[in-house]
């Protein structure tokens, strides 16, 4: 979709997520275009005239006329906006339309080359701050934050781990676990997979919070809320603990893959469902698809990273050969020159000394799974 930007005309803006993404230069583009596929939760607005030509499948909206023209609709609308414009301009721009910091959204400006994330406006009751520190982790940028005393020093729910590129399962207790949060609750931390580094304050974690690593150990303690990080599907007995908790997908599943030239895409997403599903694995912690370097431009595989957003590793057959592999095939290495593809290259990306799935031939493709293990 394409806003035509004229004074007096509110663009009718078309929301997915809580957080706004805007550029209005080349190489504010790009970064705004890697910022998103990692920062999950953004929509990403950008001038039409640097279109790629993949936006309406990504959903990113273009725009033409003055940035200044939309910046009302996204005050409205969004938690958070995320500017890649100079801060003299942003300043300008959002002066006439400030209302208070209980209503304004978080205002948040990244320079053209990524080297600064900077609070604008709501640090606080905005969460202009937070958001700040989350970015600025995911870009390795210096953040700025000149409020007197940034007192939260907490953990941004709706933020946890966007910077990592996990995903919230539901959004539906966002609410009520913040508060938990917030009012200094017992809270449980759940973390089964996924990054470690998510605290990032200069003090420890408050006494409110208990970490676990397994659900089982968490639901023989009581807690007011809880935010539980797993690729794993919860079994019945396990959902209790989200009766007010924060399901979160952290990217650690790596799909080792091959397939017969010309696999159609939907063959090829029929088998990882499938294979996720006997698994009891979340398609949500999916980060990619590992695969001999033959395949980088095998049209089923491209179309499936690109549905899914997923990365897309291709291997030399002599590294995937390096990898002690259970079962080495002299066919697959008369047509790959390499004696297997999906186990050694999911083990290759992953850097699992095991697999959660060795090996399953299933038609036309070929699947290994892997775990990456805790960073």
């Known amino acids: 979709m394409t806003y035509l930007l004229e004074e007096k005309v509110e663009p009718p803006i078309k929301t997915f997520h809580d957080y706004a993404l805007v550029a209005i ?40 006329g003055s940035v200044r023209l939309l910046l009302p609709s996204l005050f409205k609308h969004y938690k958070g906006i995320i500017l890649i414009i100079s801060l ?11 209302k208070d910091k209980k209503t304004d959204p978080g205002v948040v400006v990244i320079d053209d080359k990524g080297q600064y994330v900077i609070s604008v406006l709501s640090g606080h009751l905005g969460g ?7 970015v600025a982790a995911l870009l390795g940028a210096q953040p700025v934050i000149t409020t007197a005393s940034d007192v939260q020093k907490t953990i941004p729910v709706d933020l946890f781990g966007k910077r990592f590129g996990w995903e919230w399962e539901s959004a539906e ?59 794993r599907n919860l079994e019945p007995k396990e959902e209790e603990i989200l009766r007010n908790g924060v399901l979160y997908r952290p990217k650690v599943i790596v799909l080792g893959m091959g397939c017969n030239r010309g696999t159609p895409a939907q063959e090829i997403q029929a088998v990882i469902q499938e294979t996720l599903d006997e698994l009891g694995f979340s398609i949500k912690s999916v980060k990619g698809i590992a695969t001999i370097d033959l395949k980088k431009d095998e049209e089923g595989l491209l179309e499936t990273v690109s549905k899914y957003n997923w990365n897309l590793t291709c291997f030399r057959p002599e590294e995937l050969n390096a990898i002690d592999i259970k079962e080495p095939s002299e066919t697959v290495y008369k047509y790959t020159g390499a004696y297997g593809v999906s186990e050694p290259a999911a083990r290759l990306e992953s850097g699992a000394e095991t697999l959660e799935l060795v090996k399953k031939k299933s038609g036309n493709v070929t699947i290994s799974v892997a775990v990456i293990p805790f960073q």
Request: aromatic share 8%; charged share 25%; with cysteine.
């Open 173 to 231: 207790k966002l609410t009520p676990v913040s508060a938990s949060v917030v009012n200094e609750e017992r809270v449980a931390i759940v973390q089964e997979s996924g990054e470690r580094g998510w605290w990032e304050h200069d003090r420890p974690l408050p006494g409110n919070f208990t970490c676990y690593s397994k659900i089982e150990e968490a639901l023989q303690h009581v807690h007011d809320a809880a935010l539980v990080i797993t690729h």
């Open 128 to 134: 202009a701050n937070e958001l700040t520190k989350e």
């Open 88 to 98: 003299g301009a942003v300043v300008r721009m959002i002066a006439p339309i400030l």
């Open 25 to 64: 230069t080349k190489h504010g583009v790009t970064l705004a275009r890697e910022l998103q596929k990692t920062f999950g939760g953004t929509d990403l607005y950008y001038m039409k005239k640097f279109e790629k030509g993949d936006e309406a499948e990504k959903n990113i909206q273009l725009f033409e």
